[in-house]
T-cell receptor, first 112, second 116 residues
Framework: QKEVEQDPGPLSVPEGAIVSLNCTYSNSAFQYFMWYRQYSRKGPELLMY????GNKEDGRFTAQVDKSSKYISLFIRDSQPSDSATYLCAMKEWYRDDKIIFGKGTRLHILP | NAGVTQTPKFQVLKTGQSMTLQCAQDMNHNSMYWYRQDPGMGLRLIYY???????DKGEVPNGYNVSRLNKREFSLRLESAAPSQTSVYFC???????????????FGPGTRLTVT
């Protein structure tokens, strides 16, 4: 079983819809959970992070972690064409800067 | 403030040729990383450097060498390129250790390498 699983998509949704992106993981020691956004032919950039369990909201984006189910989600409200990108989840253990595990990324298309 | 810069942006090599990918950061970060990104495989860590003078192997180090020249610069060398090394290479940096912000990595724009 891979440490982090993420559906690669592509996922196409109409503008204005709510988008749900998800990852599952197997390592119960993960404590930092991140979402990176990567535009075509660019490097990834950090979108949101969550420490341990719970929800975190930032504008139209909400990150959710359920450690009991080993499941994390990113919700995008009122999706815009500019949200079209690849979204990568990433996770790490406390103090383990040498081991940040990335999901394969989900390609998202927001249709105008 | 340029963040993380990488050179070159594109490169085509023949099998057996060598080359060095350069990376520099101006954020005074201790940790630097080299990743490769392949379709369907996601980002995979090649090498990691926690500080100047230290390097550690990541998930896919075979065929690569690295050098942490100073705090700013971290280079990746392919001694004898193979078609399996065709990929997009990203350099990243972050604060290290106990800092709460060490989870965040800052990525460069990438180098697109093709080995024929």
């Amino acid at each position: 079983q891979k440490e982090v699983e993420q559906d690669p998509g592509p996922l196409s949704v109409p503008e204005g819809a709510i988008v749900s992106l998800n990852c599952t993981y197997s390592n119960s020691a993960f404590q930092y959970f991140m979402w990176y956004r990567q535009y075509s032919r660019k490097g990834p950039e950090l979108l949101m992070y969550t420490y341990s369990s719970g929800n975190k909201e930032d504008g139209r984006f909400t990150a959710q972690v359920d450690k009991s189910s080993k499941y994390i989600s990113l919700f995008i409200r009122d999706s815009q064409p500019s949200d079209s990108a690849t979204y990568l989840c990433a996770m790490k253990e406390w103090y383990r800067d040498d081991k940040i595990i990335f999901g394969k990324g989900t390609r998202l298309h927001i249709l105008p | 403030n340029a963040g993380v810069t990488q050179t070159p942006k594109f490169q085509v090599l023949k099998t057996g040729q060598s080359m060095t990918l350069q990376c520099a950061q101006d954020m005074n970060h201790n940790s630097m990383y080299w990743y490769r990104q392949d379709p369907g495989m996601g980002l995979r860590l090649i090498y990691y450097s926690a500080s100047e003078g230290t390097t550690d192997k990541g998930e896919v180090p075979n065929g690569y060498n690295v050098s942490r020249l100073n705090k700013r610069e971290f280079s990746l060398r392919l001694e004898s390129a193979a078609p399996s090394q065709t990929s997009v290479y990203f350099c990243a940096s972050s604060e290290a250790g106990t800092s709460a912000s060490s989870y965040e990595q800052y990525f460069g724009p990438g180098t697109r390498l093709t080995v024929t």
